[in-house]
């Protein structure tokens, strides 16, 4: 088991998913998964985490399974090389999370800096916080042992969740004995990897916002976002007026998905993304020029993927068991977890008869 190279990771289902989380995280789990250097991954869909801040509204996070599934198959992840599971099927889950919660206090929870950061998001502070909501760390922790994870990619804003985790382990471990997997986080190598801006310059694409280009947007909807919200360089004026590349969010756009193979199809001037950087700095580059190369770069990438969509929509049967033979997988391997830890505490009362020689011994 400890030499087994198992990745977790996954996504809240409260709406489709766009291109943040396709920089983010969705192409580095896919080639993460065809790497062949990972003995099993995981993905979670945490329908029940999504419900903590969406108690009062179910029907959402029940809708967008299929949403962020479709979106799953859409970019390459298979599901004979890659289980996507779903969270609140998998009863082993809520065991080890009530479990852990005695090795973590309310002090501690309280000081998580990601805890911090989404309860002032989302307005916890005012309106009171859900105690679901703040045992999110605790929940996750859950979710990481239970599939053994070695490996858990993450986001540099995650990683205060990781340590919390790391920290559940090694108190279980010494209280109970060798027991859970201590995890590691996998931070993105590439900088672009890391945080992928909304259109409007906001560091993060929000639906609230309206600030997302979604993976299943067509071409219609890609282009009103690029040329009717996507933000530039507000002293750039006039053609002629010197621009600035950094803090643009089209430029920021292009490092994360151009190619030099893009300007010899589409903006021929230039052999690369510095040569036109540079022109746009010294002036004489419209912003109109810009956003329509980047359009037709984000169509190229976005193409393939809607037509994969289509076609797995057009088959939801297929769809449905794919997501129920990856949780019955799941199942299995989490309630093997939680056998583990339950020996360990020794509250397996029912798989070992020796409690009664123990009780008989108590008894005199």
């Known amino acids: ?24 995280s969705l192409k580095r ?27 009062d509204n179910p029907g959402k996070i029940r809708d967008n399974i299929i949403n962020v599934v479709l979106d799953y198959l859409s970019v390459g992840l298979d599901p004979s090389k890659t289980t996507i599971c779903v969270q609140s099927a998998l009863p082993a889950l809520h065991a080890l999370t ?19 950061s989404e309860m002032q998001m989302r307005g916890f502070a ?10 999110y760390p605790v929940s996750q922790a859950a979710d990481i042992t239970a599939f053994d994870a070695t490996v858990v990619p993450v986001g540099e804003d995650q990683l205060p969740m990781i340590e919390q985790t790391r920290e559940i382990v090694e108190k279980f471990n010494r209280t109970y004995g060798e027991t859970l997997i201590l995890p590691s986080a996998m931070i993105p190598e590439n900088i672009m990897q890391r945080r992928l801006p909304g259109v409007d310059g906001k560091a993060k694409m929000s639906k609230s916002l309206g ?13 009103k976002q690029i040329n009717g919200k996507m933000f530039t360089d507000p002293t750039h004026l006039r053609i002629e ?24 199809r589409y903006l021929p001037e230039y052999a690369n993304l510095e040569e036109m950087k540079e022109h746009y700095r010294r002036g004489g580059l419209g912003d109109g020029t810009c956003k329509k190369f980047l359009f037709n770069v984000i169509e190229e990438e976005l193409n393939p993927i809607r037509e994969q969509r289509a ?24 309630n093997a977890t939680l056998n583990r830890v339950r020996k360990a505490m020794r509250i397996d009362y029912f ?4 409690i009664i020689s123990d009780w008989k011994a108590l008894l005199g």
Request: charged share 30%.
């Open 29 to 55: 789990r896919v080639e993460l998964q065809n790497s062949g250097k990972f003995d099993e991954i995981y993905i979670l869909i945490a329908d029940d985490q999504a419900l903590t801040d969406n108690a």
């Open 1 to 24: 088991m400890a030499d087994k190279k198992i990745i977790l990771t996954g996504d809240r289902p409260t709406g489709r998913l766009h291109l943040g989380h396709y920089v983010g």
């Open 98 to 116: 009530f479990y852990y919660m005695n090795l973590v206090t309310t002090a501690r929870l309280s000081r998580n800096p990601t805890v911090k």
């Open 211 to 223: 600030n997302c280009i979604y993976l299943s947007d067509d071409s219609k909807t890609v282009k």
């Open 311 to 334: 076609k797995w929509a057009s088959d939801i049967d297929t769809v449905y068991d794919i997501i129920k033979d990856g949780t019955a997988k799941a199942v299995e391997k989490t």
């Open 241 to 264: 007026d010197p621009g600035h590349t950094e803090g643009n969010v089209v430029f920021t756009y292009l490092d994360a998905f151009c190619t030099d193979e893009h300007f010899s």
């Open 351 to 354: 798989d070992d008869r020796s």
């Open 126 to 135: 005012d309106e009171g916080l859900p105690a679901g909501f703040f045992a």
